[in-house]
DNA sequence: ATCCTGATTTTTTTT
DNA sequence: AAATCAGGAT
């Protein structure tokens, strides 16, 4: 080889990397694997390694597929990779998985018998056309929801069994029911010319493995894919790795497929990280990434520059307690810190009270609220918090959630888009023929689709003829053709590709859409309007950074339908940050609280019944180690689940962090005599974290902004968000008596007792579980319930 | 066809 | 507690 002409560059290049972190940047050809502990500079690694490789020549920015796990995740490495190399990435596709299909299949998308305006259905949209398929079959909907059928179709179709391979691998009646949906709905997702989240997936794979002469032609194109967060990829996905890289294991059945490749695969993950096997994440592509590609080379990273060795510590300590695998000794250099502080409190308004007074203390005292992340379970737990924070005026911004692209006016928006970009498109017609009202309700609705479905034509055509369609009634047809009338006319714009921000324009305007709103005058619907310009202008931004060819409509409606979460601003405007545990991964703040540590919450009471207690014991180590600086861990002794009072008990994961790195404030570990918050040492931290710039999210992520100006602060009063009436007294009390003495355990109670309930009344026990917990049904509404038998005001009689 | 109301359900986690 | 849904009244 020449002397490289780049040799400074790389020099720069390989500064500042330690030695395993180095030795997976310059790996050449061949698979790798890069084990990387959470912290230990991964990001780093996949940017340096895409750089080097395009330094070294080794292959054109043209010639790397990259796949990271989010839109966000993908922008952020992209922007890196340019700021190292010192030039554009054009060409290199850095991109989610879903993203890369959808690419590949607007290219091929009639090999499949799909056009490549082909719409892509969202799981809310999935769903629907589930229900429509349960009840052409005739599935009783109280005691199957479609989103449970749902979701076995779609992991049925992550580990790329279509319908009817599903149909013969099942026997169990349940199982037969939705084998008869889910062909009804492959056939209807055919028939609209649209697929799911899970067909991108899939239909590439079905692609690649139909057309030997495609997968040659992207395969022999991607001369180096990299995989970030590979512990979370599923069988398809793996197996569309496989396609284009050649090798792995052969697939679940059938003969092995030795494919032909380059093998120039580089995945990076870490297995104490799998949180996603709800998705069908499948963590076995980690753990055996070693049989299937024997030779590969296998870096470990486990230094870690994030966290100090207190938060280490723990999160070590509780992952222990998981079975199997990769053995990995994180380490730091960041010293011991302040030790964790759990607390305790009486319900979630105490603690979100909590949280934002330590947010106040903190902010005083200097921090930056960007500096500062709030973590939950489940999204519901958001709210109370939320509530706290607009009372106490500060700023900040809940990532995931409600989505903005899921509000119902962004998605009728959306949905006039796709019909008009796919006529075939049914579930869009459907949710917007008669938004807004038009006088076409749900018969001759079903009228014009049944109609549509016999006579074989795609439903823009059945709706354009309405005097064809049998049984429509003479004011429906005058609407439909009045509507189709406003339709025909939108079309030609999109016949004449004017840019999407006019077509949208256009649309609201001329369906009447904005005016119906305007119309409500509702502070609501001023708010859906807002929402609406807002679509407005990021659709004159995509026009802005498109090119002048065609196809823009279905580009952009390509890549709104894969954005999760888009929108806007975020960083450097002192936004304290409120996201789940999952939302979290990838990200790091000095301060970090971890709410809801409750067993039933944290760990999840459906994830636990679903054996999936290592899954949240990796998502709790997942989130403790998003923390540089300081970690909060608190948990309330009451907490309203849908409404009601639930007893809780600390979670089994606090109990696993050894004693003396917290302040000792576990219940039952009792006050230490050390007041809360001040550190064993008194030390101060670190202020900076070596080369690692404190970040929180960039500036493509989606927020959901609320700073507004309540009329109050909290009063001084601090008896509590309200309802303090007798059995709440009487709850506390018996919660204060869990601390001390033995309450009542739940192993003392037998099936069948009669027990008295200070708010639910008598009741019997019918069950004892795990966990302290009793089940009891309640003679007064006849309702079972889930109680913590050492806090729950309950007593024999 | 649309509106109203009471009943039921919802809270895992997301590309 | 809130949101969605079904069924019935208008």
Redo the contacts with the bound molecule.
């Keep these: 080889m020449t002397a490289n002409p780049h040799a400074e560059h790389l020099q720069e290049l390989l500064e500042g990397l330690n030695e395993p972190q180095r030795e997976a940047v310059t790996h050449g050809e061949g698979p790798l694997l890069i084990l990387a502990g959470a912290g230990s500079g991964k990001t780093r690694v996949l940017t340096h390694r895409l750089a080097f490789l395009v330094y070294t020549d080794q292959a054109q920015a043209g010639e790397i597929l990259a796949i990271t ?3 966000k995740a993908a922008g952020e490495m992209r922007s890196r990779v340019e700021r190292l190399l010192g030039r554009s990435t054009r060409g290199m596709w850095l991109m ?4 890369a299909c959808a690419r590949i299949l607007r290219a091929e998308a009639p090999r499949l018998g799909y056009t490549r305006q082909f719409t892509i259905y ?2 809310a949209d999935a769903r629907r056309l589930t229900k429509r398929c349960m009840d052409e079959v005739g599935v009783d ?2 005691r199957y ?1 479609p ?1 449970a059928i749902h979701n076995q179709i779609s992991s049925a179709k992550n580990r790329l069994l279509d319908a009817e391979s599903y149909g013969q691998q099942v026997g169990a009646p349940f199982e037969e029911m939705v084998a008869e949906v889910y062909r009804l709905y492959e056939r209807d997702l055919l028939r609209m010319n649209a697929m799911d ?1 899970d067909d991108l997936l899939l239909r590439t794979v079905n692609l690649l493995e139909l057309f030997g002469a495609v997968r040659e032609s992207y395969s022999a194109t991607f001369r180096h894919v990299l995989v970030d967060e590979y512990q979370d990829t599923n069988h398809a996905q793996y197996r569309l790795l496989q396609l284009l890289v050649g090798g792995g294991r052969a697939p679940a059945r059938g003969e092995p497929v030795h494919t032909p490749g380059h093998r120039n695969l580089a995945v990076v993950g870490d297995d104490a990280q799998s ?2 096997g ?2 069908n994440a499948d963590i076995r592509n980690i753990l055996d990434f070693q049989d299937d590609f024997p030779d590969a080379r296998v870096v470990k990273l486990e230094q870690n520059y994030r966290s100090t060795e207190t938060i280490l510590s723990a999160a070590n300590a509780v992952i222990a307690n998981n079975r199997g695998g990769i053995a990995k000794r994180l380490w730091s250099e960041l010293g011991a810190g302040e030790p964790i502080r759990v607390q305790a409190l009486d319900d979630e308004h105490a603690e979100a009270r909590f949280v934002v007074g330590e947010i106040e203390r903190l902010v005083e005292e200097g921090a930056s609220r960007t500096e500062i992340a709030v973590l939950y ?4 737990m958001s709210r109370v918090l939320e509530d706290t924070l607009v009372r106490r005026e500060i700023a900040y911004q809940v990532i ?1 959630g409600t989505k903005f692209y899921e509000r119902a006016e962004i998605k009728d928006a959306i949905a006039y888009l796709s019909w008009l970009a796919n006529p075939f498109d049914v579930v869009s017609f459907t949710r917007i023929v ?1 938004s807004p ?8 609705l079903s009228r014009i689709v049944s109609h549509s479905a016999t006579v074989g034509v795609s439903v823009w055509e059945a709706a354009a003829e309405p005097e064809q369609i049998p049984g429509l ?1 003479a ?2 047809v005058k609407a439909l053709r009045r509507f189709m009338g406003t339709m025909e006319e939108l079309r030609e714009h999109v016949e004449q590709n004017i840019p999407v921000g006019d077509l949208l324009e256009a649309v609201l305007a001329q369906a009447g859409y904005v005016e119906a709103l305007e119309a409500e005058r509702t502070i609501e619907a001023q708010g859906r309007v807002e929402n609406l310009q807002q679509l407005v202008e990021v659709a004159r931004e995509f026009d802005a950074g498109a090119d002048a060819e065609a196809d823009t409509l279905d580009l952009f409606l390509q890549q709104v339908a ?1 954005i ?2 888009a929108d806007t601003r975020s960083d450097d405007e002192g936004l304290v940050t409120l ?2 545990l ?2 979290a991964k990838g990200l790091e703040y000095p301060t970090v609280f971890i709410t809801g540590c409750e067993d039933g919450v944290f760990p ?1 009471s ?2 636990l019944d ?1 054996g ?1 207690l290592e899954e949240e014991r990796r ?1 709790f180590y997942v989130g403790v180690t998003r923390a540089m600086r300081q970690l909060y861990l608190t948990y309330a002794r009451r907490r ?4 009601a009072q639930a007893y809780g008990l600390p979670s089994r994961f606090l109990s696993e962090i050894p004693a003396e790195l917290t302040d000792g404030g576990v219940d039952g570990g009792g006050l230490d005599g050390r007041p809360a918050g001040v550190g064993i040492d008194g030390r101060p931290l670190p202020a900076s974290v070596d080369g690692y710039p404190i970040s929180a999210r960039d500036s493509r992520v989606r927020a959901r902004v609320r700073a507004r100006t309540p009329p109050f602060a909290n009063t001084s009063s601090s008896r509590g968000g309200g309802g303090d009436n007798g059995w709440a007294a009487a709850a506390r009390a018996s919660a204060e008596r869990g601390g001390a003495g033995p309450g009542l355990p739940a192993e003392s109670f037998r099936l069948g007792e009669d027990v008295l309930h200070a708010a639910f009344g008598e009741g019997v026990v019918t069950g004892v579980e795990p966990g302290g917990v009793i089940v009891v049904r309640f003679a007064g509404d006849g309702s079972e319930r889930k109680l913590m038998a050492e806090y729950a005001p309950v007593s024999r009689r």
Excluded at 437 to 444: D, F, V
Excluded at 640 to 643: C, S
């Design positions: 796990f989010t839109n989610t998985f879903h993203a969202d799981q909907p109280k929801t989103a989240f949180i996603y709800f998705r379970r489940t999204n519901a995931g008669n009202r038009r006088g076409i309700g749900q018969t001759s009634g004011a429906a894969l999760a979460d996201m789940t999952h939302n999840h459906r994830a679903e999936g998502l309203a689940i849908f409404g």
